[in-house]
């Protein structure tokens, strides 16, 4: 994946909040060697794996209007991966943005559960 000038201003942004590239790395399960090389700007592609990770913990800090959609599907273990990593690490970001992230994915699984077309089981009498 490329890293776009949008990215690499949100990593900055991110790494002046956090306070160093291996917090970052710390944060983000992204290897310190390879954060390393993603913020001295040595590195212009990262692995699909390590832009997830990333864009994960950037996307607070990203343009308004910046679309995260080409993020790979996760499956159920990934799932379980990233939401321990994000539970884990969302006590590092300010207050603000904590209560914007919990808004988000109160919303996704509000639409989740109004776009499911499952059929409810009859009642049982």
């Known amino acids: 994946m490329q890293i776009t000038e949008k990215i690499r201003n949100a990593i900055q942004k991110n790494l002046e909040h956090l306070g160093s590239i291996d917090k970052l790395a710390q944060v983000s399960g992204v290897s310190r060697a390879a ?3 993603i913020c001295n700007g040595s590195t212009h592609i990262i ?3 390590n832009y997830n ?3 994960a913990v950037i996307e607070p800090f990203l343009e308004e209007g910046y679309n995260v959609k ?3 599907s996760f499956n159920n273990s990934d ?3 990233l939401d321990n990593l994000i539970i884990s690490k969302l006590v590092l970001l300010p ?3 904590k209560t914007n992230i919990l808004k988000q994915i109160l919303e996704e699984l509000a639409s989740y559960e109004h776009s499911d077309k499952r059929k409810e089981k009859p009642k049982q009498e």
Do not use: F, G, H, P
């Open 53 to 55: 990770k990333l864009i």
């Open 47 to 49: 692995s699909e794996k």
């Open 35 to 37: 954060m390393y090389n």
């Open 95 to 97: 207050e603000v943005q």
């Open 70 to 72: 080409n993020i790979k």
């Open 79 to 81: 799932l379980t991966e």
